[in-house]
């Protein structure tokens, strides 16, 4: 059987309109702020050489990128596990035992974030498979097609808990049997669309942020609007996740 994606956005639209200012108050701490800290205050990576640069320039480019990552990398890690924990706190206000209050939610947060992390990291290894030089383009398809069968992985394990990382994943993948393909595009859509829509801004942004004359305010709200249009579309990715595990969950009662 397959799962009614139309109803599934629609559910995941209802959420939002009824429960919008709450979803602003955890994303809007958890997600917006770091996201807009980093493109604010850390500098734009050093670019490695266009060409085929010889091997000084690749020398000193790899020490330029070692020293940027030495001293902005923790704080870019740290922004990735607050927006982690972010989409957790959405997950458990829905999936959570009868539908915690925030405070609840966040405690409850905190216990499970080791374990979803951990699933979390798992499930994003097949982006990483097309990332990789030479073969990257030919994994495109196979990579987003296993990312779609494990995308309701951090729900199962909201929804389902006790759980382990291996049993929410197994547990995915037996809940869009038969949705692969359709799973397959709404996880390129959730992996791309974001970035794609907050990419002008974050470029425009970064561009007047380094030149010398440019007006820092402009520059600033730029980065603003990326980060905003990054919490928008993950918190909508999250309440689409959150509508397809029910979809999901409906069709595959006693299995």
Do not use: H
Not at 146 to 170: H, K, M, T, W
Not at 206 to 220: E, I, K, L, Q, S
């Amino acid at each position: 059987m397959k799962i009614n994606i139309g109803r599934a956005l629609r559910t995941a639209w209802e959420m939002w309109r009824a429960d919008w200012d709450l979803l602003l108050r955890v994303t809007g701490f958890f997600v917006f702020l770091p996201q807009f800290a980093c493109s604010l205050l850390i500098p734009v990576a050093p670019m490695m050489p266009e060409g085929q640069p010889d091997k000084a320039a690749v020398r000193t480019w790899l020490e330029a990128f070692t020293g940027w990552f030495g001293a902005y990398g923790p704080w870019l890690f740290g922004a990735e596990l607050l927006t982690l924990f972010g989409s957790l706190v959405m997950l458990l206000l829905y999936l959570g035992n009868g539908r915690p209050a925030l405070r609840d939610a966040l405690a409850d947060a905190l216990r499970l974030f080791p374990r979803y992390f951990l699933a979390a990291l798992l499930v994003s290894l097949p982006a990483g498979l097309f990332m990789l030089p030479a073969i990257g383009v030919v994994l495109v398809l196979p990579s987003l097609y296993l990312l779609g069968r494990l995308l309701l992985s951090g729900a199962v394990i909201v929804a389902e808990q006790p759980v382990g990382v291996v049993a929410a994943l197994q547990r995915s993948v037996r809940l869009t049997r038969g949705n692969g393909v359709v799973m397959m595009a709404i996880s390129g859509l959730l992996l791309f669309g974001g970035q794609l829509v907050a990419l002008p801004f974050a470029v425009a942004g970064r561009t007047m942020g380094g030149a010398p004359m440019a007006n820092p305010v402009a520059a600033a709200l730029l980065d603003a609007m990326a980060a905003a249009t990054l919490t928008v579309t993950l918190t909508a990715g999250i309440l689409v996740r959150i509508a397809l595990y029910r979809e999901a969950l409906a069709l595959n009662r006693g299995t």
